[in-house]
């Protein structure tokens, strides 16, 4: 099983949520609104990576498929891949 590492961002607030297709249900989210996130700029951005991978790994997933939503590969949407990544989530 590789769920989907899907990124949303707006103004304000970036969010992740790690979804199962096959079943049809989010595994993993984590956003900016939470508490410990720094706001939707990339330091933010790092911070709910690196939780969303941290709670992924807990439920023995490593491997996952990065979905950026049609975003450029840059600024937020990459350091939340690179956090991912740091934290031991491959894709």
Do not use: C
Not at 36 to 62: D, I, M, P, T
């Amino acid at each position: 099983m590789r769920p989907r590492l899907a990124v949303s961002r707006s103004l304000a607030h970036i969010s992740v949520q790690l979804i199962d297709d096959q079943a049809g249900r989010t595994l993993v989210a984590a956003s900016s609104q939470e508490n410990g996130a720094r706001g939707s700029n990339v330091a933010g951005a790092w911070v709910v990576g690196r939780v969303a991978a941290e709670r992924l790994l807990e439920q023995g997933v490593k491997q996952a498929v990065f979905d950026r939503g049609g975003r450029l590969y840059h600024g937020r949407v990459r350091r939340v891949a690179e956090a991912a990544r740091d934290a031991g989530l491959e894709f």
